[in-house]
């Protein structure tokens, strides 16, 4: 199979797995993230097949999203097989996508090939700046989480059960708990600089909040 027709194949499956998701993990953030992931690999010696497949099926098995992962990872990887991948490129695109959520960082992740740095980079700059903003929002309503509670303090997460854990959790808190900690946790130069004009964007809005939340705005 070409090169076209595997990413086109991989598009379709993405799609149909995701299109029914109503927590901000929609198609439209996958098509996002491979925006986003194409513009950084023009900067970057990483494979692309191995990029944009990663980036298609990033969060097809996540464990927040469906109650039985292994079960999404082994379909994947049946699927894979159909379209001609080898087991290595298998590996490898399996090996990402279980690897690079936010999540996961909080914890010891393991090292992330070049390809993979470059689809977590594109994952979290979808997770900042407007968009960001947005989806935090979209994400809080769909937890039914508060808002904002100036009494609530940020929580210091230190791992996926804490980061899961929605009970005492504000949109506001959201942004300290983890998007603001995005942009120094980019791993390219690319994504670095895109970062940073999101990063102050959030800032603006943070300040802008809080000024009208004290009627001082
Ligand atoms: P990952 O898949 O990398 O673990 P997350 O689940 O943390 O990513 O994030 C997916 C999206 O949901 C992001 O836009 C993120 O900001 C948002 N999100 C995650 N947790 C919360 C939360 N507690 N409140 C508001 N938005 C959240
Ligand atoms: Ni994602």
Do not use: C
Not at 19 to 46: C, M, P, W, Y
Not at 55 to 74: I, R
Not at 85 to 112: D, G, R, Y
């Amino acid at each position: 199979m070409t090169y076209e027709k595997q990413l086109e194949t991989i598009k379709q499956y993405s799609y149909s797995k995701m299109s029914s998701d109503t927590t901000g993990h929609n198609f439209d953030h996958i098509q996002r993230v491979i925006k986003t992931a194409t513009r950084i690999l023009k900067s970057e010696s990483a494979d692309p097949l191995i990029t944009l497949a990663a980036a298609y099926l990033h969060d097809v098995a996540d464990d927040k999203l469906v109650s039985n992962p292994a079960k999404l990872e082994a379909q994947i990887k049946d699927f894979l097989h159909s379209i001609d991948f080898t087991n290595e490129q298998i590996t490898e695109v399996l090996f990402i996508t279980h690897n690079m959520s936010f999540s996961k960082s909080l914890s010891t992740p393991p090292k992330l090939s070049l390809a993979g740095q470059i689809v977590q980079d594109s994952d979290r700059l979808d997770a900042i700046g407007a968009i960001g903003i947005i989806r935090a929002i979209y994400y809080g309503g769909a937890h039914a989480e508060t808002i904002y509670d100036p009494d609530i303090q940020p929580r210091q997460v230190m791992n996926k059960a804490e980061y899961r854990d929605l009970s005492n959790e504000t949109i506001i808190n959201h942004f300290y708990e983890k998007l603001l900690k995005l942009t120094a946790m980019m791993n390219t130069p690319t994504a670095k600089k895109i970062a940073e004009q999101r990063h102050q964007y959030m800032l603006n809005f943070l300040d802008e909040f809080k000024g009208e939340w004290d009627a001082e705005k």
